[in-house]
């Protein structure tokens, strides 16, 4: 799903991600302890809103989620 996207490294709270963007569509992953397990959000916005804030709401999900793992 990502394959075609523009990828960038960015900050998910204290972890490093990957950051794909493919078609208005966010995705965003985070290696948790190895790249076998991984912390994945999808944001799809509303076709009608700005796209402005689509990849930072994924990754402060991805960093609310990532704050409940030891």
């Known amino acids: 799903m990502t394959k075609n ?3 960038s ?5 204290r972890h490093k991600a ?9 995705f965003i ?5 190895d790249v076998n397990r991984l912390i ?3 944001t799809i ?3 009608e809103v700005s796209q402005e ?7 402060s999900v991805a960093a ?7």
């Open 53 to 59: 804030g689509t990849c930072p709401a994924g990754a």
């Open 18 to 26: 990957v950051q794909a963007e493919f078609r208005n569509i966010c």
């Open 64 to 70: 609310a989620a990532l704050s409940h793992i030891r």
């Open 45 to 47: 916005p509303d076709p």
């Open 5 to 7: 996207g523009r990828l």
């Open 9 to 13: 490294q960015v900050p998910a709270g």
């Open 29 to 33: 992953f985070v290696a948790v302890h």
């Open 40 to 42: 994945g959000t999808t």
